[in-house]
């Protein structure tokens, strides 16, 4: 299996929720690399997707609330 972001040139239909995906939106492509005719398309934040396939808009870098300056004692 491999997977690819591309732009859908034409309507699709997500193969997880059975929705449209509209052209010109971004969509997976999933391609079966020993059946090459097969292929399969989803929506990046599908609805009906697992959490964990789902490509959120989280921070890559973890946000640090104790970044306070040291208090000085003396
Ligand atoms: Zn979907």
Redesign the pocket.
């Known amino acids: 299996m491999s997977e690819k972001i591309i732009v859908a040139r034409r309507d699709l239909i ?1 193969d ?4 449209r ?1 509209l052209k010109g939106s971004k969509c997976r492509m999933i391609r079966d690399d020993f059946m090459p005719g097969l292929v399969y398309f ?2 990046l934040n ?4 697992p959490a964990v396939t789902v490509e959120t808009n989280c921070p890559k870098n973890p946000v640090i609330h104790n970044n306070k300056p040291a208090m000085a004692l003396a």
């Open positions: 997500c997880l929720c059975g929705r995906i989803e929506h599908c609805p009906s997707a």
